[in-house]
């Protein structure tokens, strides 16, 4: 989906970072804010491990279970009252999830040494 380039290594970093620094302009208690703080870093982190190591494959799929816990962390944790760090971890656990499965045919191709999608013999 994205170039070889690894733009979406780049994105997840942003989504991160987005979603770690989103407690300052979002409503929340310390719950939200704890829980936004240690996935927006979880997901950043994986974004700079890929760039570090794109040959990782586990860190696409950690990222995409990040994205997943992200989007489910206003029912779980109890601040769906709390719309704007609700609607934030909703929209950023879609596109992390989003980000995280577009890496994954770069990385199917680089491992069988393809240039573009790896095919099936």
Sequence with gaps: MFSDSRLQDYVAVILGVFTALSPLWVAN???????LIVLGVLIALTGLAQIVRPTMAAIDYAMGVFGVLLFLSPWVMGFTEYSGASWTAWVVGVLTVVVAVAALP??????????GLATHH
């Design 29 to 35: 208690d310390n719950t939200t804010m704890w829980t």
């Design 106 to 115: 770069v990385m199917s191709a680089r491992m069988h040494g393809h240039g």
